[in-house]
């Protein structure tokens, strides 16, 4: 039986609970049938690509935002991803937004979250890291994502950023800065001018250090949000080259409403994500490489439901992209659809 055809078969039960159960217990399972040894996904053909200096085996990845704590990297890793990128993860644990926190609009094939952060720590993130095979026998290229504490001041996020920097930097193939939230208070500032200048010039000093002192280069990646303007754009983008920073995750979430009004659950607070970011995630897209053009490299995320919504953030000047609204809508089958999509 396809895989395409199980997901078909499954997903009415995994839409008949509560979104975040049916989220938990996907992983559940995923941790389960691999140690099993019961997970066989046809993986994609291969199709490499170096981007940051990473070569990359095909270049679709998993979004931040799935797996939080680093708690299913073997699991997701056997769907056949060219790279994972796990996190959010912030210095101390913490529980994120009261629940219900999660809210499924599914005839717009889309999601609304405001999770907050919720995660371990990055002290258990790391142990998870450590105790995957995917990491142990270097099996491939793994994005780790960074974040703030809520209970962090807005001025005091650099300490955040540049404790779990430290703590995240020998186990990284890249590591992700995610400014780009909109369920932690006050993160998106960090998107200003000032502010992104003073951020990105302390995070590019301790990679210098973190590299010297490691021996190795790990690149750093940014990650924004999808509701800015032109000038935001040409704000984000002079700071990415005075910085050098190594790529630029274009979007996250959106706070926009817009395609959604009407539906149930339209107005509830948090980030929209999947179809209805798809449009606004490739207008960033292509405002940043207009600005950047080949020196500094975006990752398109935002709202791919299928093979040519990859190939259309590709063509928008994205040289990798990341899934995570499409998995829940699709099922696992969109991964190799989308790499398909990009070999062809």
Partial sequence: MSHKLL?????????????????????????????????????????????MGIKFPNPVGLA?????????????????????????????????????????????RAIINRMGFNNGGVDAFIANVQASKFYQEKQGVLGLNIGKNADTPIERAADDYLHCLRKVYPYASYVTVNISSPNTKNLR?????????????????EQARLADKHGHYVPITLKIAPDIDADQILDIAGALLRH?????????????RRDVEG???????????????????????????KELGDAVPIIGVGGIMQGADAKAKIDAGAQLVQLYSGLIYAGPALVRECADALKS
């Fill in 244 to 256: 050098k920073i190594d790529g630029v995750i274009a979007t996250n979430t959106t706070l926009n």
């Fill in 7 to 51: 997901y078909a078969l499954a997903r009415p039960l995994l839409f008949a609970l509560d979104p975040e159960t049916a989220h938990n217990v996907t992983l559940h399972n995923l941790r389960r049938l691999k140690a099993l040894g019961l997970l066989h996904v046809r993986k994609p053909a291969a199709d490499p690509r170096t981007v």
């Fill in 64 to 108: 931040a935002g799935l797996d939080k704590d680093g708690s299913c990297i073997d699991g997701l890793a056997a769907l056949g991803f060219g790279f994972i990128e796990i996190g959010t993860v912030t210095p101390r644990a913490q529980p994120g937004n009261p629940k219900p926190r999660m809210f499924r609009l599914p005839a717009r």
């Fill in 189 to 205: 500032q960090l998107q200003g001018a000032s502010e992104l200048d003073a951020l990105l010039s302390q995070l590019k000093g």
């Fill in 263 to 289: 539906l149930r659950y339209a107005n509830e607070p948090g980030g929209l994500s999947g179809e209805p970011v798809f449009d606004l995630s490739n207008i960033v897209i292509r405002a940043l490489k």
